[in-house]
């Protein structure tokens, strides 16, 4: 056998070992907890409150917008880390994209807090 499907079968073997433990672990957790069922378990539960209404509730857009922003931000934060601890190997090139770059979200900034999404009211 080579070196390289000797090294295919230990990742198989370890990741048999793996769910086996996991079904195992599963398996025993399900025999040993006590069952049992009450009629307030399968409630509806909302933060501590019951639920009012019959259907969903409707939610503004604009916390949704301010979720996609929050994501828009951190993913930033992925960009700019890299750039920051190589920024010797870019030199001007990589300054200039970098203020490129962050003019763009700045203008996305902007036009969100010129519609309003910012505001939490």
């Given amino acids: 056998m080579s070196a390289f499907l000797r ?3 230990t990742v198989a073997i370890f990741g048999a070992v793996a769910v086996g433990l996991l079904g195992g672990v599963l398996g025993l957790g399900s025999f040993i907890r ?7 378990k399968y409630l509806t ?3 501590g409150v019951d ?3 019959i259907g969903w509730g409707q939610f503004e857009v604009r916390y949704y917008i301010f979720a996609l922003l929050f994501v828009m931000f951190d993913v930033e934060a992925v960009f700019i880390f890299p750039w920051a601890t190589r920024l010797e190997a870019y030199g001007t090139f990589g300054a200039v ?3 490129l770059f962050i ?3 700045a203008l996305g900034l902007l036009y969100a807090w010129r519609k309003g999404v910012l505001r939490w009211i």
Avoid: F, I, N, W
């Fill in 51 to 53: 639920p009012v209404g």
């Fill in 103 to 105: 003019a763009v979200l």
């Fill in 97 to 99: 994209e970098m203020g």
């Fill in 7 to 9: 090294d295919y079968l």
């Fill in 34 to 40: 006590p069952k049992r069922p009450q009629a307030g």
């Fill in 45 to 47: 539960y909302e933060s």
